[in-house]
């Protein structure tokens, strides 16, 4: 199926099943040393078999999802976990940036912040955020908040095509597969 774009759309959802052989691309948007050492414990011990790629900014973010400089080898994340509270260019200016992108406009953004203000939550919805989750403070309860995340985007929610998938459709297409 072609769209507007030109893109073929695959008729199955891009998800982590059994048939998908590559780990799912996660995006770490996160300048907190301790959160970072405990995101990836809890990867680690939730069993979660992604590839968790970890930025410390938002400059640095956008330059990842841009494949500029350093990431020009990068690969387009399946999922975004951003923290608000970022130096250079904070959460909601990232996310804003990525709305705003229509390369990225699609791309999964799920806030993991350790603000409860009702001003952060209604912020990010208002810039369309996917989701919105406080930080746990206890690992177990990290590890179960991991395992959750992995359940809906990987096993249950459809998603749109990364780049890559929309470049191997768009190959097929030309070549009659």
């Known amino acids: 199926m072609s769209t507007s774009d030109g893109y073929a759309r695959p ?15 996660v995006l770490l948007i996160e300048d907190n040393p301790g959160d970072v050492r405990l995101t990836k414990e809890a ?49 909601f200016e990232v996310l804003e940036a990525i709305r705003g992108d229509p390369a990225l406009e699609q791309l999964p953004v799920v806030v993991l912040s350790s603000s409860e203000a009702d001003e952060d939550v209604r912020r990010s919805y208002e810039e369309h955020v996917n989701a919105y989750l406080t930080k746990p403070r206890a690992p177990d309860e990290f590890v179960e908040m991991v395992r959750t995340l992995e359940e809906f985007w990987f096993d249950r929610v459809e998603l749109p095509p990364s780049d890559g998938n929309r470049d191997r459709d768009r190959d097929q297409d030309r070549d009659g597969g």
């Open 11 to 25: 008729s199955a959802p891009i998800v982590n099943t059994s048939t998908t052989t590559t780990a799912p691309d």
């Open 43 to 91: 990867f680690r011990d939730a069993s979660f078999d992604a590839d968790l790629h970890v930025v410390t900014d938002g400059v640095e973010a956008m330059a990842f999802l841009h494949r500029d400089d350093e990431y020009e080898s990068a690969p387009r994340p399946d999922i975004v976990l951003l923290d608000l509270n970022l130096p250079r260019k904070d959460g």
